[in-house]
T-cell receptor, first 114, second 114 residues
Framework: AQSVTQPDIHITVSEGASLELRCNYSYGATPYLFWYVQSPGQGLQLLLKYFSGDTLVQGIKGFEAEFKRSQSSFNLRKPSVHWSDAAEYFCAVGAKNTGNQFYFGTGTSLTVIP | NAGVTQTPKFQVLKTGQSMTLQCAQD?????MYWYRQDPGMGLRLIYY???????DKGEVPNGYNVSRLNKREFSLRLESAAPSQTSVYFC?????????????FGSGTRLTVV
C-alpha cells in the first residue's frame, strides 16, 4: 500500500536561512508526488508536483523539490526563507492505479524566526 | 475568484443533530473529494466523486453520506453527529480522477460536535 512519511513534525528556521522539508514515500512504481502548503485557517495550496521527466521541479513562491527514486524521497527546499513561509506543509503521493486515493503525510509545521 | 467554495465556515452541533456541508467548484473539474483533517493525522479521504453521477467511499466513510448534485456541487451529510466527527472538513476538486492532477482545496469547515 502507498504511504507517505514526513519525519519532522515541526521545524524552526531563521528568516533568510535555507530550508529542507523531508518526505519519504512507499510505492512500487513511479508515483505522482505533490507538496501542498496550508496557511492558518486556510485550505491547502499546491506548491509543486512531480510526475515524470526532470527530477528537480520548481514550484511557486521560490520552492523546489527533488525526486530521488533510490531514496524514495521528495524533499522540499527553499534557499532563503521569508517570514510569510510560516505554515503547515504536506507531502502527498498518488499513482495511476490508486485512482483517487492521494495519500497525504501528517504534515510539517514551519516556524520562521525574524 | 475561481476555485472551491465551502459553506459554512464554522458550525457547532449537538450530538445527534444532522447537517450538510456544501461544496461548489467553478473550474469545470470532473472529480470532487471530501477530506477531514485532524491533528497529527494529516488528511483522510471520506468520500469522492470521480465524475458526475458517481460516488465512492474513501478511507473513513462511516457516519457520512454524500451527494454529487451536479458537476459543480458535492455535498457531505452527517446524519447523526458524534463528538468523534469534530474536525476540519475540506472539499477539493481535480480535473480528472487519478493521474498527475493536483487538487484545488476549499478553505474548510470547522465543525465542533458537543
Amino acid at each position: 500500500a502507498q504511504s507517505v512519511t514526513q519525519p519532522d513534525i515541526h521545524i524552526t528556521v531563521s528568516e533568510g536561512a535555507s530550508l529542507e522539508l523531508r518526505c519519504n514515500y512507499s510505492y512500487g512504481a513511479t508515483p505522482y508526488l505533490f507538496w501542498y502548503v496550508q496557511s492558518p485557517g486556510q485550505g491547502l495550496q499546491l506548491l509543486l508536483k512531480y510526475f515524470s521527466g526532470d527530477t528537480l521541479v520548481q514550484g511557486i513562491k521560490g520552492f523546489e523539490a527533488e525526486f530521488k527514486r533510490s531514496q524514495s524521497s521528495f524533499n522540499l527546499r527553499k534557499p532563503s526563507v521569508h517570514w510569510s513561509d510560516a505554515a503547515e506543509y504536506f507531502c502527498a503521493v498518488g499513482a495511476k492505479n490508486t485512482g483517487n486515493q492521494f495519500y497525504f503525510g501528517t504534515g510539517t509545521s514551519l516556524t520562521v524566526i525574524p | 475568484n475561481a476555485g472551491v467554495t465551502q459553506t459554512p465556515k464554522f458550525q457547532v452541533l449537538k450530538t445527534g443533530q444532522s447537517m450538510t456541508l456544501q461544496c461548489a467548484q467553478d473550474m469545470n473539474h470532473n472529480s470532487m473529494y471530501w477530506y477531514r483533517q485532524d491533528p497529527g493525522m494529516g488528511l483522510r479521504l471520506i468520500y469522492y466523486s470521480a465524475s458526475e453521477g458517481t460516488t465512492d467511499k474513501g478511507e473513513v466513510p462511516n457516519g457520512y453520506n454524500v451527494s454529487r448534485l451536479n458537476k459543480r456541487e458535492f455535498s457531505l451529510r452527517l446524519e447523526s453527529a458524534a463528538p468523534s466527527q469534530t474536525s476540519v472538513y475540506f472539499c477539493a476538486s481535480s480535473e480528472r480522477q487519478g493521474g498527475p492532477y493536483g487538487y484545488t482545496f476549499g478553505s474548510g469547515t470547522r465543525l465542533t460536535v458537543v
